[in-house]
Structures are given as C-alpha cells and as structure tokens.
C-alpha cells in the first residue's frame, strides 16, 4: 500500500507490505466510502477484508477475516453503498453475496448464497445504483436484479450474446453509468477487443453497433474515468 503526494509520487505506508490470509491473492477493491479494502485468495478459497485508516492508509484485518468463498474465489464487486459485496468464484460457477458494515462488526452471507452463475468467472460490477449486477464469465456475460433481501434474479435478456467474441476477463460500468464494457476476444480470429453494452432502464443491455472496439493486446482488465 502506498500514498500518493500531489505530484503523483508514492511512499510506501507504514506496515506495507501487509499480509494476506490466504494463499494466491487474485483481485482487490476498495469499498466506495473508502473504509475498507477486500481481496480474494484464489488457492485457499476465502478472502480478506482489510479495514483502511482514513489517516495514515494502514491495514488492519476485519475481525474473522479470512472468510470463506466458493471454489477459486477470483473476482469482487462491493456495490455503491459499500454494503454488498460480491465474490466470484470461477470453478464451481457460482458467485457469493453478502452483507457487509466493516465499521460496526457486521457481516453475513444472504440467504440463498451461493448463487448459480456463468462459467468461470472472474470479474463483475454493479450499475450506478446498485439495482443491477453484470457478471462476466468465460464464455458468456450475464446481468442481475439484485433485491432488496439480497436475492439475485437473472435479468430476462441474459445472458448477453457476444456475436463471436467472448468475454473472459475483466468489465467495468462507464463513468456516466450508461454502458457496461467488457474485454473480448474474437472465438474464429483471435482478434482482442472492448465490447460496449448500453445499459436500458430495465436493467438489460444491448450492444452498441459500433462494439467491439479493437485492441492491440490480451485486455485483462478495464476501468473507466471521467
């Protein structure tokens, strides 16, 4: 962990480097308010959960953590209240919810975890709001209403076909909200590329026409910024 000064230098925090609870550490997230940092540990299938001080940006690990996952836990999503957090695990399919509040001690699985999804996946993201979950598999891309109980209900148009492109890696929400992006790779050519949803009001996607966007390289991962 480190800090960054104004002019983008960086100075390792006190403690760093911290260490992790499980074994092959995968993806990391830091909450949206901030409080807290969440990693998966793919080889020991649980992952941490690391309190941030808001001061010095040390680590300090969640009373309980590691917690347990599904099989090769991968990819995270905390949605924007920081109160969901999302854990994908790529080998039974599956992707587990739960309801978090680092500060106050609380955490626990909904009811229903661990929730079918697509085949492996390794990464995902709510919209805007936190109504809705788009999770990225192997070979398919899939979206969910999450309710208010934490139940997750696949979307009525998904899971979204790709046109010859899989999606297998990482995706991301864009800055304004309105699109989803996932990487890709052409199934026949081999060809990388972006592929660019538009989010609809019901929570469904549909791809953009000028989609897939060419790369020049394997894409692992994609973020958006104003």
Do not use: K
Request: aromatic fraction near 10%; include cysteine; proline fraction near 7%.
């Amino acid at each position: 962990a480190f800090t960054i000064d104004a002019a983008g230098s960086l100075t390792a925090v006190s403690g760093s480097p911290f260490t992790s609870g499980g074994s092959a550490p995968q993806n990391l997230e830091v909450a949206p308010s901030g409080e807290y940092l969440v990693v998966t540990n793919a080889a020991s299938d649980n992952f941490d959960i690391f309190l941030i001080n808001g001061t010095t940006g040390a680590l300090t690990a969640m009373s309980g953590s590691p917690f347990a996952a599904g099989d090769e836990p991968q990819g995270l999503s905390i949605d924007p209240s920081s109160t969901r957090l999302i854990i994908s695990n790529c080998l039974d399919d599956s992707f587990s919810a739960f309801e978090i509040s680092p500060l106050d001690g609380d955490f626990a699985e909904y009811s229903g975890s661990p929730f079918a999804g697509p085949d492996c996946q390794d990464s995902s993201v709510f919209n805007e709001d936190g109504r809705f979950l788009y999770v990225d598999g192997l070979n398919s891309f899939n979206g969910y209403s999450v309710e208010g109980d934490g139940t997750l209900v696949e979307l009525s148009e998904s899971p979204y076909p790709e046109i010859g492109y899989n999606t297998d890696q990482g995706v991301a929400l864009s800055w304004d909200g309105n699109h989803v992006i996932t990487t890709g790779r052409a199934t026949v050519t081999g060809e990388n590329s972006l592929v660019v949803f538009e989010v609809l009001p019901d929570g469904n996607l549909t791809r953009e026409t000028y989609s897939p966007v060419p790369v020049p390289r394997v894409t692992f991962e994609v973020q958006s910024h104003p």
